[in-house]
């Protein structure tokens, strides 16, 4: 049997205390709310991957980025790994780049996230929050 991993990338970026989330469109966690992110291609750093991701979802240019945490899989059978990228700044205006992907783009207050939050994105802002690196 041959096991893949699979790294996925979010972008994390905080306004006055409000993180970013789309409201998710596709069939894999449609009707949730997650960071703007996707997976890490061949040959592309993880801060690379989250700008990429980033600029083709949002339309926002991240300026200046950090890794700021990286979480277990969950559940640990499917090995896909998130890595959080904090945006520290960014220029651009938050628009629908993808509307088949996602609805919408809010700012949610960082103490008062929505309850339907898409797994991966749950975890990365766990870790966030708890300014971990790594959430087990």
Same mark, same amino acid.
């Given at each position: 049997?041959?096991?893949?991993?699979?790294?996925?990338?979010?972008?994390?970026?905080?306004?006055?205390?409000?993180?970013?989330?789309?409201?998710?469109?596709?069939?894999?966690?449609?009707?949730?709310?997650?960071?703007?992110?996707?997976?890490?291609?061949?040959?592309?750093?993880?801060?690379?991957?989250?700008?990429?991701e980033l600029r083709?979802?949002?339309?926002?240019?991240?300026?200046?980025?950090?890794?700021?945490?990286?979480? $277990?899989?969950? *559940?640990? /059978?499917?090995?896909?790994?998130?890595?959080? =990228?904090?945006?520290?700044?960014? +220029? !651009?205006?938050?628009?629908?780049?993808?509307?088949?992907?996602?609805?919408?783009?809010?700012?949610?207050?960082? $103490?008062?996230? *929505?309850? /339907?939050?898409?797994?991966?994105?749950?975890? =990365?802002?766990?870790?966030?929050? +708890? !300014?971990?690196?790594?959430?087990?």
């Open positions: 049997m041959t096991t893949q991993v699979r790294v996925g990338v979010q972008a994390i970026v905080v306004r006055e205390g409000h993180v970013l989330l789309g409201l998710r469109a596709t069939t894999f966690g449609a009707g949730t709310w997650g960071l703007p992110g996707g997976h890490l291609d061949v040959g592309e750093s993880l801060i690379e991957a989250a700008r990429r083709e979802e949002t339309g926002l240019h991240a300026l200046e980025a950090r890794v700021v945490c990286v979480t $277990d899989p969950e *559940p640990a /059978a499917h090995h896909h790994m998130q890595v959080g =990228v904090e945006v520290l700044r960014h +220029r !651009g205006a938050v628009l629908v780049h993808e509307p088949e992907r996602c609805l919408c783009w809010h700012y949610w207050p960082l $103490d008062a996230l *929505p309850q /339907a939050l898409f797994l991966p994105s749950a975890a =990365v802002l766990r870790a966030f929050v +708890r !300014g971990s690196l790594h959430l087990p």
